[in-house]
């Protein structure tokens, strides 16, 4: 299959995840009361702003390491221990956001932001390793695969989050089904990685692999710091100087159509492990060729 056929299916998997996720802030914006509304607005907020920077890159080192490796057990331990170390991150991710919950809610001049942080604090835990979960598809060649999942799981969290705010209008049950559909996600995610790296061999912890991992994460991980912070500081602004009532509509007012930013970040994911695989074995013209016809069909 075609890299431009790749990036296509993938896309179409995104666009659809993103039609669901927009269908899903217009029920809980008709269902809810615009301050429970931007309660959830400013939730998501805080653990969206968070998980970038938590990350650090190691979600996306994925996409540079599993072309370079041999053997299907070296794989395996290196897709095993990367879940198992967003996992932990995860933890240590939701463990501050429950202790700081009632913090946060004071610099948000929001009371009700604690309550909220205490159940969707939990989100982290399995929202983490899940991040890598559509790159180790991408390494595998698993296009289809990953653009089926993307669709099923964001409209398995649509029905969901509908059904639970068409039963009964309460904030806490809603960030409390998103927690349920995540760990689910997560669960379903990790079986399957288990069928398409085989069930047969085992793993082991490999740890110089998870040194070099870290040596490249790192500076990626340095590079989105500024991003992180300036993408959403008109909302943390808003947020700050605002009632959560006037940040609710500000919330769904103030956002940007996803089209050209998923075009591009679809690309970069798709053709990244060929990239890295072309680099690794020395092809680096054929590397340029691969990298200047994708530029070119983007634009």
């Known amino acids: 299959m075609k890299l431009s056929e790749r990036v296509v299916i993938v896309l179409i998997g995104k666009l659809l995840s993103a039609a669901f996720s ?26 969206a702003y968070v998980t970038p920077l938590a990350l650090f890159g190691i979600d996306q080192s994925v996409t ?33 956001l429950l202790f700081s919950a009632g913090w946060i809610g004071r610099i948000f001049h929001n009371s ?32 289809k695969l990953s ?3 993307e669709a099923i799981f964001s409209c398995a969290q649509f029905l969901v989050i509908t059904g639970l705010v068409w ?7 809603v960030l409390l089904g998103l927690v349920v559909v995540a760990c689910g996600r997560i669960l379903a995610s990790i079986l399957l990685l288990r069928r398409c790296l085989g069930k047969e061999e085992g793993w082991t912890f490999n740890g110089s692999l998870l040194r070099d991992q870290l040596r490249f994460s790192a500076p990626l991980g340095f590079s989105k710091v500024l991003p992180i912070v300036t993408v959403n500081l008109d909302k943390i602004i808003i947020s700050g100087f605002y009632a959560v009532s006037h940040f609710a509509i500000y919330a769904v007012g103030a956002i940007e159509l996803p089209f050209v930013s998923l075009i591009t970040y679809t690309t ?18 054929e590397l340029v060729l691969t990298w200047h016809r994708m530029v070119h069909k983007t634009s």
């Open 167 to 173: 039963f009964n209008s309460d904030l806490t049950l």
């Open 147 to 149: 653009a089926s999942l």
């Open 64 to 96: 540079f390491f599993i072309p370079r490796l041999r053997g299907n057990r070296e794989i395996k331990s290196f897709v095993y221990q990367t879940t198992a170390i967003l996992f932990l991150l995860g933890i240590a991710v939701s463990i501050l």
């Open 268 to 285: 970069g994911n798709v053709i990244s492990p060929r990239l890295s695989r072309l680099f690794y074995e020395g092809r680096k013209e």
């Open 22 to 47: 927009f269908g899903t802030s217009v029920v809980l914006a008709r269902m809810l009361t615009r301050a429970s509304f931007g309660t959830y607005q400013q939730a998501v907020l805080v653990v």
């Open 112 to 143: 009700h932001l604690k309550s909220a942080l205490t159940v969707f604090g939990f989100y982290p835990i399995f929202g983490f390793p899940f991040a890598i979960v559509s790159l180790v598809l991408y390494s595998l060649d698993r296009h």
